[in-house]
């Protein structure tokens, strides 16, 4: 179970990623513009130079801060076999998700954001992180119909955005449990500065092709204008990727996704005040439903045993657990990070 150490770090962990998240999203949203820096791969490009120049700058000066490089060092084409693949859904979620903002408000991206949870689930059951029960099946499909609620309720809607911002989702949920698995469920279970000092320079390689094809000659002319913001711009993302890394290592891939609700509700409300986005009330109602199945989510997971918990399951026709122990292995079992219940059973004396 949790210890309040842990409980407190993974709290501070999502208040830190919550406020740096939502302000590099309206940051990017804000360059994006057809008359700033509307280059989503060059600028993604950006964020992975600095990411990797920071991150080799803090290991000259801090190697106490990386205590996992020397056995990462000792293993390069294991982790080139992880990171080649984890860098190409890293790169095609962040340059997508960039380039949405071109097509739709920040408002109804984070609203789309919301079925994160749903892919992120049905990802960790497959992968065997997760367990699948009605329960759970039936919060998942709460969330759903919000999530649907929100996206059709959309004044503005936009085809093309929608579809490049669910690819990008589906890139970013995978990279996600593959991050979670390089971080805590494989031998190396790398600390979240080296897994960023090895994934900026494998994402660079996959970018690097991606601005083969798309680079345009306005880039030079706008980056001499813009580079000012830039600058904090990629700055904010490399503190943005550490603090990713450090919030699923202590956590989940899912109760990362878990801590990107509380996140919408705090971008959708800025993006209205600055950007001026306006909600239909479908959207608003079906934004209240999915987040109230967000929490109840939550609460199943941090009170299991609760009177309303054991009710819902009853009513679902569920098996009650004949008793505390059992309760507590069924969610000991779960939080393990992609952990098959076989390898749990053989590791139970």
């Keep these: 179970m949790a210890t309040g150490n842990t409980i407190a770090m993974s709290v501070f962990l999502c208040a830190i990623y919550i406020g740096i998240s939502a302000g590099l999203i309206n940051f990017n949203k804000y360059l994006m513009h057809q008359e700033r820096f509307p280059f989503a791969m060059v600028l993604t490009t950006g964020h992975m130079i600095i990411t990797w120049m920071c991150s080799i700058t ?20 294991r982790i080139t076999k992880y990171f080649m693949p984890l860098s190409l859904l890293f790169a095609v979620g962040v340059v997508l998700s960039n380039q949405a903002y071109m097509y739709c408000s920040v408002a109804f991206l984070q609203f789309m954001k919301q079925g994160n949870v749903v892919i992120v689930f049905l990802l960790s059951c ?37 579809a490049i911002q669910l690819v990008s989702q589906s890139a970013e949920c995978g990279k996600n449990i593959a991050q979670e698995w390089v971080l805590s469920g494989s031998d190396l ?41 830039l600058l904090p711009n990629a700055l904010m993302a490399f503190a943005l990727n550490v603090t990713i890394s450090m919030l699923i290592k202590t956590t989940s891939a ?87 219940r076989k390898a749990l059973e053989k590791e139970d004396p």
């Excluded at 056995?71 to 084409?77: D, F, P, V, Y």
């Excluded at 000659?217 to 813009?226: D, F, G, M, T, Y």
Aim: hydrophobic share 50%; net charge negative; aromatic share 12%.
């Design 58 to 77: 803090l290991y000259i000066i801090a190697p106490s801060l990386f205590p996992t490089m020397g056995k990462a060092l000792e293993n390069k084409l």
């Design 126 to 162: 497959a992968m065997g992180s997760q367990t699948c029960n009605r329960l759970k099946s039936t919060i998942v499909l709460w969330i759903v119909i919000g999530c649907c609620m929100a996206v059709t309720g959309e004044l503005h809607f936009v085809f093309i955005g929608f």
């Design 189 to 229: 279970k790398l600390d979240p500065l080296t897994y960023n000092t090895f994934m900026a320079p494998a994402c660079l390689l996959v970018l690097s092709v991606g601005n083969y094809f798309t680079f345009s000659s306005e880039v030079p002319a706008r980056l001499a204008i813009w580079w000012p913001y």
């Design 254 to 340: 899912m109760g990362f996704a878990l801590a990107g609700v509380v996140k919408d509700m705090v971008i959708v409300t800025a993006s209205c005040v600055i950007f001026g986005d306006h909600l239909a009330m479908e959207q608003i109602i079906g934004f209240s439903v999915s987040t109230c199945g967000i929490f109840m989510w939550s609460y199943c997971k941090i009170q299991a045993d609760s009177l309303m918990v054991l009710k819902a399951s009853r009513f679902l026709g569920m098996e009650e657990p004949e008793n505390s122990t059992k309760l507590e292995k069924a969610i000991e079992e779960e939080v393990q990070p992609l952990m098959s």
